[in-house]
C-alpha cells in the first residue's frame, strides 16, 4: 500500500496523471480564478480531481484505488499544475480589468501601476 505506482508502468502514469490530470488541472486552475473565486476553492477541487485520476488508474490499469502515497503524489502535482494556471489567468484578468490601477510585472505577477 505505501509503494508509489507499483503495479503502473510509467507511460500509465504520464498518460493518466501527466496528460490527462494535467489538462483538467490546467483547466480548471483558469475556471476558477475566471469565475473570481478564491484560491481555496481551487483545493478542494483538486482534492476531488486527485480521486478521480486515481480511480482511472484503478479502471482502466487495475491498480490500488486505495494507494495514499500515490494519491498524495497525484494530488501535488495537479496542485501544482492548477496553482500555475490560476496565477497566469488572475495575472491576466487584473491587468486586464483593472488597467488604471495594475501593470504586468511577469507572467505571474502585476504591480501597482505608477503615477505619470
Do not use: C, N
Request: aromatic residues 14%.
Amino acid at each position: 500500500m505505501w509503494e508509489l505506482y507499483a503495479t503502473e508502468t510509467p507511460l500509465q502514469v504520464l498518460l493518466v496523471t501527466g496528460a490527462i490530470g494535467g489538462a483538467a488541472a490546467w483547466l480548471t486552475g483558469q475556471a476558477i480564478a475566471q469565475t473570481w473565486r478564491p484560491y481555496w476553492h481551487l483545493v478542494v477541487y483538486i482534492l476531488l480531481l486527485g480521486a478521480a485520476v486515481r480511480f482511472v488508474h484503478f479502471a482502466l490499469f487495475e491498480a490500488d484505488l486505495l494507494a495514499l502515497l500515490s494519491y498524495i503524489v497525484d494530488t501535488l502535482f495537479l496542485l501544482a499544475v492548477s496553482s500555475l494556471s490560476f496565477r497566469i489567468a488572475r495575472t491576466s484578468q487584473m491587468v486586464t480589468q483593472y488597467p488604471w490601477l495594475y501593470e504586468r510585472a511577469g507572467l505571474l505577477r502585476w504591480r501597482d501601476r505608477a503615477a505619470k
